[in-house]
């Protein structure tokens, strides 16, 4: 069964940074494309990055070069490294294949805010 494990979120600051991870289990992780998506209240759900499995990255045009995705694949991890946060980005954030989708973790909240 496969599971997805989101954290890393929080609470920071306008400008600030967090690094979140998605931990994947009962899957061959490596041989999926992985996205990062998040859902802002009262917001459907939106396509954040992805990275393929060669490493190739994708990204929203509202991430403008802000964030970074990677991947571990001995770990079975993908992070998004976020800098310069702003209170837009205010969500929760899910890890996922980009296909097939599988059931969707938790999340994890980020609140950027003063």
């Known amino acids: 069964q496969v599971q997805l494990v989101e954290s890393g979120g929080g609470l920071v600051q306008p400008g600030g940074s967090l690094t979140l991870s998605c931990a994947a289990s009962g899957i061959m992780f490596r041989i999926y494309n992985m996205g990062w998506y998040r859902r802002a209240p009262g917001k459907q759900r939106e396509l954040v990055a992805t990275?393929?499995?060669?490493?190739?990255?994708n990204y929203g045009d509202f991430v403008k070069s802000r964030f970074t995705i990677s991947r571990d694949n001995a770990k079975n991890t993908v992070y998004l490294q976020m800098n310069s946060l702003k209170p837009e980005d205010t969500a929760v954030y899910y890890c996922?294949?980009?296909?097939?989708?599988?059931?969707w973790g938790q999340g994890t909240q980020v609140t950027v805010s003063s």
């Open positions: 990275i393929n499995t060669i490493g190739t990255t």
């Open positions: 996922n294949s980009v296909y097939p989708t599988w059931n």
